[in-house]
């Protein structure tokens, strides 16, 4: 059985604590490896080492840190389908898919590229008599980050590349179900330059997460996964005067005006509510239809392309919808849901309960599953269910449309398909979400911008990739500096004000 291990110091290195979590293979539901969980001393110890090495790279001129990322973006180019492949291996996505999870992911080194500017400080000449006054920005130190599962490679670049192009150095804890993309990004920064040390990737569970967060050396700590954990993640590290953004869950619904085009609006439910199979923090969830006759009229057009999906394995070729979930546990979560969902009332208008793949019988595999008449009571409409669920919740106005986004606790992302300027334009002011769609299905911004949602999808000040990235991972230092004039004529020992 293949084990997978941690990579210290510019190596890969077994785990000596005797624990495994088994990764499977999510179309065949075997065990393909396993990899080791870190003790509290291994992480320490990764924490010591990336804090020795920083010193020396916190000190290269942010340039030389540039032309790192440089080359990691070519690196990454090059070993795209290689990784593309372990991560449809581990995660179950189909290729495609798993290759856009790379290039998103990819887009922000590229952003990295311009770190040197981003890192520029500010001047104020002559703040008084013979006074300057400039800020500099300068890394944290050693930062951290525990990812999720469902975006192996996009996430642990979102949070790695910012905080190593700043100049600190990086231990990332990312998921044990899918941790070989991870190792194999931390060969391509060691091969782009990167030097030992400053970049240490920690397998393992709740014990080197709180390590982490105990550690006193770590000066800040980034999350994504459910909202409960990083509830519990945002309290313990700010509790420890670390710096802390995390990003929680998610039930992201997609308003369709009666002016939208009914098709298009079909189309891009069908791709936002299944691609990946539902396991994407910004996944649409929830479809509000305002008015019975576009209920009616989107539910005909949805139904016969939801029974069009392929649902397959990721070898199963490039016209594969979307794969199987990450694990076994997580299936019956999804199930355990659309149950509750029949057992309250909602109409399950189709039905994929029953789904088996020949010759995959014990693969994670979830059929597609579309609810009519679901109301702001049920489970399935309060929790974020994770897979290829999509409810649809009807509403009689736009303004009952938009108070049911507003009033859901979760605010990560939100969507409005209109041809209608004026409504459009309302919907994106007075929402209370985080990422707006304007005939855009999943609004994930570009890596120049930043993301990040509100209420309970969202704990801390600052959100991902973007200049607040740059911000999240460096201090700001003001210095007043004064050179006194009188020295040629003499020393001076009055302290002057600033005027």
């Known amino acids: 059985m293949k084990q997978i291990g941690h990579w210290i110091d510019g190596k890969r290195v077994p785990g000596s604590s005797g624990r495994f979590a088994d990764v499977f293979n999510p179309a065949t539901g075997e065990v393909q490896a396993r990899v080791a969980l870190a003790t509290k001393a291994e992480l320490d110890a990764a924490v010591a080492s990336a804090a020795a090495a920083q010193r020396a790279w916190g000190a290269t001129n942010p340039q030389r840190r540039a ?5 990691m973006v070519r690196l990454i180019h090059r070993d795209m389908d290689k990784m593309a492949e372990v991560l449809s291996s581990e995660h179950g996505k189909t290729f495609p898919d798993a290759k856009g999870d790379i290039q998103r992911g990819l887009e922000v080194i590229e952003f990295c590229i311009g770190a040197p500017h981003l890192l520029k400080g500010e001047f104020t000449d002559s703040a008084g008599p013979g006074i300057d006054m400039y800020s500099l920005r300068q890394p944290l130190g050693v930062a951290a980050g525990i990812t999720p599962f469902n975006f192996p490679a996009m996430i642990p670049l979102w949070k790695m590349g910012p905080a190593l192009a700043a100049g600190n150095a990086y231990i990332l804890k990312p998921s044990e179900r899918d941790p070989s993309v991870p190792l194999m990004l931390a060969e391509l920064f060691q091969e ?10 920690i397998n393992g569970d709740k014990e080197s997460v709180d390590a982490i967060l105990d550690n006193e050396t770590v000066q800040a700590v980034g999350f994504v996964g459910s909202t409960p954990i990083a509830q519990y993640i945002y309290a313990r590290g700010c509790g420890n005067g670390k710096r802390v953004q995390c990003f929680g869950g998610a039930k992201n619904h997609m308003i369709i005006m009666p002016d939208a085009d009914l098709d298009q609006a079909a189309d891009a439910l069908v791709g936002a509510g299944y691609g990946a199979a539902g396991e994407r923090c910004m996944a649409i969830s929830v479809a509000v239809p305002v008015g019975d006759k576009t209920a009616d009229a989107l539910i005909e057009r949805l139904v016969p392309r939801i029974e069009k999906l392929k649902v397959g394995p990721w070898t199963g070729g490039n016209d594969v919808d979307y794969g199987p ?5 997580a299936k019956a979560n999804i199930l355990k849901l659309v149950e509750s969902g029949v057992e309250q009332g909602a109409k399950l208008v189709v039905d994929g309960r029953d789904f088996s793949l020949q010759g995959y019988e014990d693969g994670f595999f979830v059929g597609p599953h579309l609810f009519d008449h679901v109301t702001p009571d049920m489970d399935i409409y309060k929790k974020e269910i994770f897979g290829p669920v999509l409810s649809t919740v009807r509403a009689q106005s736009y303004e009952e449309a938009l108070k049911l986004a507003m009033d859901h606790e979760y605010g990560n992302g939100t969507a409005i398909f209109t041809r209608d300027g004026d409504t459009a334009r309302d919907f994106a002011a007075r929402v209370n979400v985080g990422m707006i ?13 930043t993301f990040g949602g509100w209420k309970k999808s969202a704990f801390g000040d600052l959100n991902q990739h973007g ?33």
Do not use: C
């Open 437 to 449: 769609g304007i005939n855009v299905p999943i609004p994930v911004p570009l890596a120049y911008h």
């Open 67 to 71: 032309r790192v990322m440089m080359e």
């Open 325 to 329: 979930v990450v694990t076994a546990a």
């Open 192 to 201: 782009a330059g990167l030097p030992d040390g400053v970049l240490q990737v």
């Open 467 to 499: 200049p607040d990235a740059f911000r999240f991972y460096t201090r700001t230092k003001t210095v007043t500096s004064r050179w006194p004039s009188g020295i040629k004529e003499g020393s001076a020992f009055n302290f002057k004000a600033m005027d």
